[in-house]
């Protein structure tokens, strides 16, 4: 199944392999049919692969953090978080590949109570200060347990971030909510009174994978 955020560009990246395949159709050279050819098959296959949105069962358990996203545990670090949490706190960035499934899901049950944009810079995901400096979506999670910030940061080449939400919405851990297109990072904040459950290098599913359990 393609997710819905891909349908628009995927429909472009399909109306451009269909002309791929009139112009090899009409291309007397061999040799030049078959690299067009092929270069269509490459792309459709990449589209499909990129934009595909597999069912996922979240856990059972509503004291643990989930991953938003597909992908490799970057880093895990402590930091002060003064925009939603107010204090010390613990991050763990999950990286993306152009390989990994894009759509984006809930890490918690809660309601929206934070969520703002910002414009920024388009530094390479896996760069210390791209959570800092790059455009982000920051979504703030009011749950049971307390407060739970995650982002949605933009890459060096991903630079088209996906999200359905907004300020007081309800929300379900393991919900599709967004994505961000060809690859990036997600950061997931929460502070000490949640444990951590993954380290560096791991690899992640969104919506399943437990990034944080709270104990207290």
């Excluded at 982000?136 to 749950?143: A, C, D, F, K, T």
Aim: with cysteine.
């Amino acid at each position: 199944m393609i997710t819905k955020y891909g349908y628009s560009t995927a429909g472009i990246i399909f109306l451009a392999v269909i002309i791929l395949f009139i112009i090899s159709y009409f291309t007397a050279n061999d040799l030049i049919r078959i690299i067009l050819i092929c270069l269509g098959l490459f792309v459709s296959v990449f589209t499909l692969n990129f934009f595909r949105d597999p069912e996922r069962t979240a856990p059972i358990a509503e004291n643990i953090v989930v991953s938003p996203a597909d992908g490799k545990v970057l880093l895990i670090k402590d930091i002060k978080e003064e925009r939603f949490l107010g204090g010390e706190a613990k991050q763990v960035s999950v990286f993306m590949s152009p390989l990994n499934v894009h759509v984006n899901r809930i890490p918690i049950n809660g309601t929206v109570d934070y969520l703002e944009y910002h414009n920024g810079e388009y530094l390479v995901a896996f760069h210390d200060k791209a959570d800092e400096r790059n455009e982000r979506s920051e979504i703030g999670i009011l749950s049971k347990y307390g407060k739970v910030l995650f982002t949605q940061v933009a890459g060096f080449i991903a630079r088209r971030i996906v999200y359905e939400l907004s300020k007081g919405d309800t929300v379900k851990m393991g919900e599709r909510f967004g994505m961000i297109k060809f690859g990036s990072r997600v950061d997931v904040i929460v502070d000490h009174n949640w444990d951590l459950k993954v380290k560096e290098g791991d690899i992640v599913k969104a919506g399943e994978s437990i990034l944080f359990e709270y104990n207290k």
